[in-house]
Protein backbone atom coordinates (compact mmCIF):
# COMPACT_ATOMS: atom_id res chain seq x y z
CA UNK A 1 0.00 0.00 0.00
CA UNK A 2 3.05 2.63 0.83
CA UNK A 3 5.21 1.44 -2.01
CA UNK A 4 1.59 1.74 -4.15
CA UNK A 5 1.17 5.37 -2.61
CA UNK A 6 4.85 6.46 -2.68
CA UNK A 7 5.00 5.70 -6.44
CA UNK A 8 1.19 7.59 -7.53
CA UNK A 9 2.84 10.28 -5.79
CA UNK A 10 6.32 9.75 -7.49
CA UNK A 11 4.51 10.07 -10.65
CA UNK A 12 2.50 12.75 -9.97
CA UNK A 13 5.17 14.65 -8.98
CA UNK A 14 7.16 13.54 -12.50
CA UNK A 15 3.96 14.81 -14.38
CA UNK A 16 4.06 18.28 -12.38
CA UNK A 17 7.30 19.06 -13.41
CA UNK A 18 6.98 18.17 -16.74
CA UNK A 19 4.22 19.97 -17.27
CA UNK A 20 6.58 23.22 -16.15
CA UNK A 21 9.05 22.91 -18.58
CA UNK A 22 6.14 22.76 -21.05
CA UNK A 23 4.94 25.73 -19.43
CA UNK A 24 8.44 27.03 -19.58
CA UNK A 25 8.91 26.44 -23.03
CA UNK A 26 5.70 27.99 -23.98
CA UNK A 27 6.73 31.19 -22.55
CA UNK A 28 10.08 31.32 -23.72
CA UNK A 29 8.83 30.40 -27.49
CA UNK A 30 6.62 32.88 -27.42
CA UNK A 31 8.57 36.06 -25.55
CA UNK A 32 11.53 34.82 -28.16
CA UNK A 33 9.12 35.72 -31.00
CA UNK A 34 7.84 38.74 -29.57
CA UNK A 35 11.60 39.73 -28.85
CA UNK A 36 12.53 38.90 -32.37
CA UNK A 37 9.55 40.82 -34.01
CA UNK A 38 10.01 43.88 -31.45
CA UNK A 39 13.10 43.96 -33.06
CA UNK A 40 12.11 43.77 -36.37
CA UNK A 41 9.43 46.30 -36.17
CA UNK A 42 11.26 48.25 -34.34
CA UNK A 43 14.33 48.94 -36.99
CA UNK A 44 11.62 48.94 -39.41
CA UNK A 45 12.55 45.87 -41.28
CA UNK A 46 11.37 44.58 -44.43
CA UNK A 47 8.73 42.04 -43.98
CA UNK A 48 11.22 39.04 -45.15
CA UNK A 49 13.63 40.41 -42.90
CA UNK A 50 10.99 41.07 -39.86
CA UNK A 51 10.26 36.69 -40.53
CA UNK A 52 13.74 36.00 -40.12
CA UNK A 53 14.11 37.58 -37.14
CA UNK A 54 10.65 36.89 -35.52
CA UNK A 55 12.03 33.05 -36.75
CA UNK A 56 15.48 33.14 -35.41
CA UNK A 57 14.20 35.28 -32.17
CA UNK A 58 12.42 32.05 -31.23
CA UNK A 59 15.71 29.83 -31.88
CA UNK A 60 17.44 32.33 -29.57
CA UNK A 61 14.62 32.52 -27.09
CA UNK A 62 14.91 28.29 -26.96
CA UNK A 63 18.32 28.17 -27.00
CA UNK A 64 19.57 29.21 -23.73
CA UNK A 65 17.55 26.26 -22.46
CA UNK A 66 20.40 23.76 -24.30
CA UNK A 67 22.22 23.38 -20.75
CA UNK A 68 18.84 21.56 -19.41
CA UNK A 69 18.20 17.75 -19.91
CA UNK A 70 14.74 18.24 -20.15
CA UNK A 71 13.77 21.28 -21.88
CA UNK A 72 12.38 21.26 -25.29
CA UNK A 73 15.30 22.15 -27.05
CA UNK A 74 17.46 19.70 -26.27
CA UNK A 75 15.45 16.58 -26.84
CA UNK A 76 14.97 18.23 -29.90
CA UNK A 77 18.44 18.76 -31.10
CA UNK A 78 19.47 14.83 -30.76
CA UNK A 79 23.12 14.31 -30.04
CA UNK A 80 24.09 18.34 -30.03
CA UNK A 81 21.24 18.55 -27.39
CA UNK A 82 22.27 15.63 -25.47
CA UNK A 83 26.07 16.32 -25.66
CA UNK A 84 25.41 20.58 -24.23
CA UNK A 85 22.94 19.62 -22.01
CA UNK A 86 24.93 16.80 -19.75
CA UNK A 87 28.56 19.49 -20.13
CA UNK A 88 27.24 22.52 -19.10
CA UNK A 89 25.56 23.03 -15.89
CA UNK A 90 22.05 24.42 -15.70
CA UNK A 91 21.62 28.22 -15.70
CA UNK A 92 25.33 28.66 -15.98
CA UNK A 93 27.60 30.23 -18.58
CA UNK A 94 24.16 29.64 -21.38
CA UNK A 95 22.41 31.60 -18.83
CA UNK A 96 25.08 34.84 -18.48
CA UNK A 97 24.50 37.87 -20.67
CA UNK A 98 28.22 38.26 -21.04
CA UNK A 99 28.19 35.33 -23.26
CA UNK A 100 25.77 37.20 -25.63
CA UNK A 101 27.59 40.35 -25.41
CA UNK A 102 30.66 38.75 -27.07
CA UNK A 103 28.51 36.75 -29.11
CA UNK A 104 27.28 39.95 -30.81
CA UNK A 105 30.79 41.44 -30.70
CA UNK A 106 31.83 39.01 -33.00
CA UNK A 107 29.25 37.61 -34.74
CA UNK A 108 28.61 40.93 -36.33
CA UNK A 109 32.05 41.90 -37.96
CA UNK A 110 31.53 38.32 -39.73
CA UNK A 111 28.39 38.92 -40.68
CA UNK A 112 28.91 41.24 -43.04
CA UNK A 113 26.23 43.57 -45.23
CA UNK A 114 23.30 41.11 -45.87
CA UNK A 115 20.22 42.28 -44.62
CA UNK A 116 18.44 38.92 -43.79
CA UNK A 117 21.63 37.78 -41.66
CA UNK A 118 22.01 40.82 -39.63
CA UNK A 119 18.10 40.34 -38.89
CA UNK A 120 18.24 36.86 -38.54
CA UNK A 121 21.50 37.54 -35.83
CA UNK A 122 19.72 40.42 -34.22
CA UNK A 123 16.80 38.56 -33.80
CA UNK A 124 18.86 35.58 -32.30
CA UNK A 125 20.12 37.71 -29.83
CA UNK A 126 16.74 39.55 -28.41
CA UNK A 127 15.35 36.43 -28.20
CA UNK A 128 18.15 34.93 -26.15
CA UNK A 129 18.14 38.23 -24.42
CA UNK A 130 14.04 37.83 -23.43
CA UNK A 131 15.22 34.06 -22.44
CA UNK A 132 17.66 35.93 -19.78
CA UNK A 133 15.25 38.02 -18.40
CA UNK A 134 12.41 36.03 -17.64
CA UNK A 135 14.72 33.50 -15.70
CA UNK A 136 16.11 36.17 -14.07
CA UNK A 137 12.24 37.00 -12.85
CA UNK A 138 12.30 33.20 -11.26
CA UNK A 139 13.58 32.63 -8.01
CA UNK A 140 16.56 30.52 -8.95
CA UNK A 141 17.53 33.53 -11.02
CA UNK A 142 20.71 34.20 -13.51
CA UNK A 143 23.99 34.27 -13.04
CA UNK A 144 23.80 38.08 -14.46
CA UNK A 145 27.22 38.97 -13.34
CA UNK A 146 28.66 35.99 -14.28
CA UNK A 147 32.48 35.74 -14.29
CA UNK A 148 32.77 38.42 -11.55
CA UNK A 149 29.83 36.91 -9.20
CA UNK A 150 28.89 33.08 -10.13
CA UNK A 151 25.70 33.59 -7.64
CA UNK A 152 22.66 33.68 -9.13
CA UNK A 153 20.60 36.75 -9.18
CA UNK A 154 16.76 36.77 -8.73
CA UNK A 155 15.02 39.44 -9.49
CA UNK A 156 11.86 38.72 -8.93
CA UNK A 157 9.71 35.54 -7.24
CA UNK A 158 7.53 34.63 -10.27
CA UNK A 159 7.39 30.94 -10.20
CA UNK A 160 7.61 28.49 -12.92
CA UNK A 161 4.66 27.05 -14.38
CA UNK A 162 2.39 29.14 -12.44
CA UNK A 163 -0.40 31.69 -13.51
CA UNK A 164 2.45 34.97 -13.78
CA UNK A 165 4.23 32.79 -16.20
CA UNK A 166 1.25 31.88 -18.25
CA UNK A 167 0.18 35.33 -18.45
CA UNK A 168 3.55 36.35 -19.82
CA UNK A 169 3.20 33.89 -22.51
CA UNK A 170 0.07 35.17 -23.35
CA UNK A 171 1.05 38.29 -22.98
CA UNK A 172 4.33 38.02 -25.54
CA UNK A 173 2.15 36.08 -27.78
CA UNK A 174 -0.14 38.70 -28.27
CA UNK A 175 2.66 41.15 -28.16
CA UNK A 176 3.81 38.97 -31.51
CA UNK A 177 0.57 39.23 -33.26
CA UNK A 178 1.08 43.13 -32.69
CA UNK A 179 4.27 43.32 -34.15
CA UNK A 180 3.08 40.94 -37.25
CA UNK A 181 0.08 43.41 -37.77
CA UNK A 182 2.53 46.44 -38.02
CA UNK A 183 5.39 45.02 -40.00
CA UNK A 184 2.48 44.20 -42.94
CA UNK A 185 0.67 47.67 -42.68
CA UNK A 186 4.12 49.27 -42.52
ZN1 LIG B 1 16.57 29.02 -18.95
Known amino acids: MLIFFGTFSLQQAITKREECHNLVGKTHFYAGLCAGAAFAVWADLPLLDCAAAAAAGILGGLAPDLDHRKSKITQK ?98 GAAWCAVCAVLS
Open 77 to 174: TGMFGFVSSRMLKHRGVLHAPILYVVLAAVLFPCIGVYPLTRAAVCGLLAGALSHLFLDALNPSGIPLLWPLLKKRISLLPIQTGGRIDRLIGRLCLL
